[in-house]
């Protein structure tokens, strides 16, 4: 028998195995250090337990205790809140702008080309283009400081660097141009919060692309 959802009593993430808002949010709860259960969602496949707390049946989609959460940027604010330590956004409101302005444009400009590429045929090459530019765009961004924007890990980051783990599977090559931006997701991926965040369909994106 299948446990109801809103029986659960311990922290919960109904998320894809292979998704980039997933896999931010899943990083969020890596870096603080949380024990959650993770439920894996089929993504071709409806979910009653998912129905039942999301009317929208969206991932990724928490649960704790009585509060049931959905947006991957209410989740990961939450998450930060909730969990205050480390903190993953600066205490000015303007820096916490500057960073949730940068985080609204990455899913548009990069999240929503992976999509494309992911639809697969004639309209990915030309959204492999368009990421590759809209990456390399930003490398004096990477330049700048350690983290994206931010001299500390931020909830931006945890977006930031599902996608570059993404890039060999998706054949997206940034070249001698994009080590910047190369150099800093192996920072990130060489974490134990990030081989913490991954499930085992990301761990094989990886190991299918140096075979």
């Known amino acids: 028998m299948?446990?109801?959802?809103?029986?659960r009593n311990?922290?919960?993430l109904y998320t894809l195995a292979d998704d980039i808002q997933?896999?931010?949010?899943?990083?969020?709860l890596a870096a603080k250090g949380v024990s959650y259960e993770r439920v894996i969602v089929d993504r071709d496949k409806?979910?009653?337990e998912?129905?039942?707390?999301?009317?929208?049946?969206?991932t990724p989609t928490l649960v704790d205790r009585d509060l049931v959460l959905y947006d991957t940027s209410v989740v990961c604010e939450y998450l930060d809140e909730?969990?205050?330590?480390?903190?993953?956004?600066?205490?000015d409101p303007l820096s916490r702008a500057r960073l949730r302005v940068a985080a609204v444009r990455i899913e548009r400009d990069w999240v929503t080309e992976v999509e494309v590429i992911r639809g697969g045929g004639r309209p990915a090459d030309a959204a492999r283009k368009r990421l590759r530019q809209n990456l390399l765009s930003t490398v004096p961004l990477f330049?700048?400081?350690?983290?994206?924007?931010?001299?500390?890990?931020s909830l931006v980051d945890c977006l930031v660097a599902p996608v570059i783990w993404r890039l060999p599977s998706l054949e997206v090559d940034l070249g001698k141009e994009g080590r910047p931006i190369i150099d800093y997701g192996e920072r990130?991926?060489?974490?134990?919060?990030?081989?913490?965040s991954l499930t085992d369909d990301e761990k094989n994106m990886r190991l299918e692309t140096v075979r």
Not at 2 to 7: I, P
Not at 143 to 153: D, G, Q, T, V, Y
Not at 188 to 196: V, Y
């Open 2 to 7: 299948v446990q109801s959802a809103r029986s």
């Open 10 to 12: 311990v922290l919960t």
């Open 22 to 28: 997933c896999h931010r949010a899943r990083l969020v």
């Open 46 to 48: 409806a979910s009653a």
């Open 50 to 58: 998912l129905a039942e707390l999301n009317p929208y049946g969206t």
């Open 82 to 91: 909730r969990y205050p330590h480390p903190p993953l956004m600066p205490i």
């Open 143 to 153: 330049k700048a400081s350690r983290f994206f924007l931010n001299p500390e890990m």
């Open 188 to 196: 990130l991926f060489h974490s134990q919060g990030f081989e913490r």
